[in-house]
Nanobody, 115 residues
Framework: QVQLVESGGGLVQPGGSLRLSCVAS????????ISWYHEAPGKQRELVAT???????DYADSAKGRFTISRNNAENTVYLQMNNLKPEETAVYCC?????????WGQGTQVAVSS
């Protein structure tokens, strides 16, 4: 069973950048499809980006061209590089690992985009 810990959140001005990390332990990230979600106060959790076992990447329309998901198997970590952040992207960002019908979540990291 994999355990996930997210980090890298914080306060950033509109237009700024952050790189989030999802560090795995107990199992290799290479055997999971890994997704990043965000959940804003009062809103439903939304999918931001996915990287599959085969390294295919998919993005929400709002993230295309600004966000990049990547995986470093040696570090057992999945990253989410977020550029040109917008205030409406203030949320808790969580990563999710899926394999064999099982889903494992981290606790999340808070991102605040504000001037």
């Amino acid at each position: 069973q994999v355990q996930l810990v997210e980090s890298g959140g914080g306060l950033v001005q509109p237009g700024g950048s952050l790189r989030l990390s999802c560090v795995a332990s107990g199992s290799s990230v290479s055997i999971y499809d890994i997704s990043w979600y965000h959940e804003a106060p009062g809103k439903q959790r939304e999918l931001v980006a996915t990287i599959t076992i085969g390294s295919r990447t998919d993005y929400a329309d709002s993230a295309k061209g600004r966000f990049t998901i990547s995986r470093n198997n040696a570090e057992n970590t999945v990253y989410l590089q977020m550029n040109n952040l917008k205030p409406e992207e203030t949320a808790v960002y969580c990563c999710d690992a899926v394999a064999r019908g099982e889903s494992y979540w981290g606790q999340g990291t808070q991102v605040a985009v504000s001037s």
